[in-house]
């Protein structure tokens, strides 16, 4: 199923919606306008944006049951809930002038998701909706454009009434050894390996694999642990029930230029984040305006921002978000959770407790 599909499954109402960014792309957003029990109030419900993260869709936010879908789990709290997905994944292939086979349509980073799809997504939820102001949840990648994005762009972050950020990342020297491995590979094996374009798209193979062989107690299990070895796995946490769902599910594709940025920041010793370096001073003063590209700084981040954040997490590691907490001004809250890693932020069956019933009350007390 796609996720219009997946959501109307559940019996909820569905609907979607095609943005085009500055530079092209054509974004795939879909929206829960309701919950299944407060469909007759005709009052402006307030809105909350789902942001999803690395090689992920839209759908990882309602692929739990609806009682431990964050997506779900709003729409009946009484919210009007948008779910985004980046360019180059599954859901968001297509461009205006260029087709997904061609090299160029693949020559963009997170730098792009903050600059054109953050802005095209939100300033039309807010147009559509008619809500001046939304509240933004973004997990790992989602956390990560929302935070350049919003220190950057003013205008963009005054619509912003508040940014939970789950599993935050930003500063990645702590990465987890498994993960700096695979991404400390070379950037020229990379480029043999996937030519240039794509990384891991959602393919037939993914959807065989998660619906027939992975849907079995022990083959949950292996198959599991191999899909989530980059991100971290507890069986004891998640619904097992669900393994052919995930994995039918993800991953979802991305750019090989997207990985090799965050190979870039991985190296970076300074413990910063830059935009993506093209290796030449002409092709970053293209893109960058400048030889050396361009730091970004959480310093103007005027968002009121609270953080979850999981001890055990590989990619976003306690370390970093340790470092990254003193750069964000307006922090008005931070939960460390011992036993999360990567992926509970999203398909944990604590989840909803440790996390989701803490933003509905953040939310109801600073609307």
């Not at 939970?164 to 702590?174: E, G, R």
């Not at 070895?229 to 230029?257: E, I, K, R």
Request: glycine letters at 6%.
């Amino acid at each position: 199923m796609n996720v219009s599909q997946i959501i109307s499954y559940w019996g909820y109402p569905n609907e979607e919606y095609q943005v085009v960014t500055e530079d092209g792309f054509i974004l795939g957003i879909n929206r829960i306008p309701h919950g299944k029990k407060n469909s007759n109030s005709s009052a402006p419900r307030p809105v909350v944006f789902l942001q999803h993260g690395l090689l992920t869709s839209a759908s990882g936010w309602i692929s739990n049951l609806p009682n431990n879908s964050l997506a779900f789990i709003l729409a009946d709290a009484g919210y009007d809930v948008w779910m985004g997905n980046n360019r180059g994944n599954i859901f968001s292939r297509k461009h205006l002038y260029l087709p997904p086979d061609s090299k160029e349509f693949w020559e963009f980073s997170f730098d792009e998701m903050a600059k054109y799809d953050l802005p095209a997504s939100i300033n039309f939820i807010v147009k559509k909706s008619g809500q001046e102001h939304i509240h933004y949840v973004g997990h790992s990648q989602g956390t990560l454009s929302a935070f350049i994005a919003f220190s950057s762009i003013p205008e963009l972050a005054q619509k912003i009434k508040n940014f939970f950020a789950l599993a935050p990342v930003i500063y990645m020297k702590y990465i987890n050894r498994l993960a700096s491995l695979i991404l400390r590979i070379s950037s020229k094996l990379y480029k043999i390996i996937f030519g240039k374009q794509e990384v891991l798209p959602q393919t037939i193979f993914n959807r065989i694999a998660g619906t027939t062989l992975c849907n079995h107690y022990i083959m949950d299990i292996i198959c599991s642990k191999i899909n989530f070895a980059l991100f971290g796995f507890d069986p004891q946490s998640l619904n097992l029930s669900c393994t052919d769902v995930y994995l039918s599910q993800s991953p979802a594709g991305s750019s090989l230029q997207n990985i090799l940025h965050y190979i870039q920041a991985i190296r970076d010793v300074r413990k910063v984040l830059r935009a993506y370096d093209y290796g030449n001073h002409t092709q970053n003063m293209k893109h960058s305006e400048q030889p050396i590209p361009p730091q970004y700084s959480m310093k103007t981040l005027n968002v009121r921002t609270a953080v979850w954040y999981g001890l055990q997490d590989n990619l976003a590691d306690p370390l970093d978000v340790q470092f990254l907490l003193p750069d964000i001004p307006n922090l008005i809250y931070v939960k460390s959770l011992p036993l999360y890693n990567h992926i509970d932020f999203l398909f944990g069956c604590k989840a909803p407790w440790d996390i989701y019933y803490e933003i509905i009350d953040i939310i109801r007390n600073n609307p």
